[in-house]
């Protein structure tokens, strides 16, 4: 009988590990992460992610991150080592740029939990966010172990969304998913409509930028804004400024803008423009680039 994990074999690129197959992982139990490193909803359930990984690999669990890409530079495996590297993931990372094994699981979210059990067949799986202590339960059941869920104080870009105050979407600027974008300038948006000023061109994945000075305005509500941005194709550091409600966002800024709302984009990844310490309001944000070649993919919220 063939094993849920016989999408691994033959994987050709692995991090953190030697190759994994089916057969090397038989009697184990194996957690399968797909994940992309730019998404956010993954980035909130990496503590879980390491903490169970810590707390489990010497009684029988085996984690393995399956990076699927979502965007073009996420196929660039120097990005994913570097990302790997910066939010300490050690657990086996498997390259899935083809989306071999993501197609050999009929996955179809970032991310997604699947665990396996010692004898090689699917025994739970979720999807999203949240669930934590249903999916420590289902790993604690398949190893027989009987502890205390792990508790885990997720702060930095890792903490939990605001639910309760959240009402803006994820948000594409390509042009293969954009949506409710307008020409209006900041101050004239609704709710959730976008609008670029400035010398844009419009890409597949992105916005790009073709001169200096150019800006991205969006109205929010949520805590948290954030914008997935890479810098140009021929490299270097884009410095940008960040107005919230056309002032500099003082406290409320996020993890890469100070209270002035400088910043800069010089790899590509999230990047944190707004965390509001105090009640949460609809608010309008405007982020100028002072220099060319920035590449802007999609805004998400927390």
Not at 90 to 101: L, M
């Amino acid at each position: 009988m063939s094993s849920a994990l016989s999408g691994l074999d033959g994987a050709p690129v692995w991090l953190n590990s030697e190759p994994l197959t089916a057969e090397r992982l038989s009697g184990r139990v194996v957690l399968v992460d797909f994940w992309t490193y730019s998404c956010v909803n993954w980035l909130r359930t990496l503590p879980y992610l390491r903490a169970w990984d810590e707390r489990y690999r010497d009684r029988g669990l085996v984690t393995i991150g399956v990076h699927a890409p979502e965007f073009g530079f996420e196929h660039d495996l120097d990005n994913v080592r570097r990302a790997a590297r910066e939010l300490s993931v050690g657990y086996p990372i498997v390259i899935d740029n083809a989306f071999a094994i993501w197609r050999s699981f009929e996955n179809r979210y970032w991310p997604a939990l699947y665990l396996v059990g010692q004898n090689g067949h699917l025994r739970f799986h979720h999807f999203g966010e949240g669930a934590y202590e249903e999916s420590e339960r289902a790993i604690q059941r398949l190893l027989g172990a009987d502890d205390e869920t792990v508790r885990v104080d997720a702060g930095g870009v890792a903490e939990a969304a605001d639910w309760n105050t959240l009402g803006s979407p994820e948000t594409y600027l390509g042009y293969a998913r954009g949506e409710r974008r307008s020409d209006s300038a900041a101050e004239g948006l609704a709710l959730n409509e976008w609008a670029l000023t400035g010398a844009w061109s419009a890409a597949e994945e992105a916005a790009v930028l073709e001169a200096a000075g150019g800006s991205i305005a969006y109205r929010f509500q949520a805590r948290d804004v954030n914008l997935v941005l890479a810098p140009p194709a021929s490299g270097g550091r884009v410095r940008f400024g960040v107005l919230l409600d056309g002032e500099p966002p003082g406290d409320a800024h996020g993890l890469d803008t100070d209270e002035s709302g400088e910043g800069g984009v010089s790899e590509p990844r999230m990047y944190q423009l707004v965390r509001q310490r105090g009640a949460v309001r609809e608010r309008a944000i405007e982020i100028t680039f002072l220099d060319p070649g920035v590449r802007a993919y999609v805004f998400t919220f927390g």
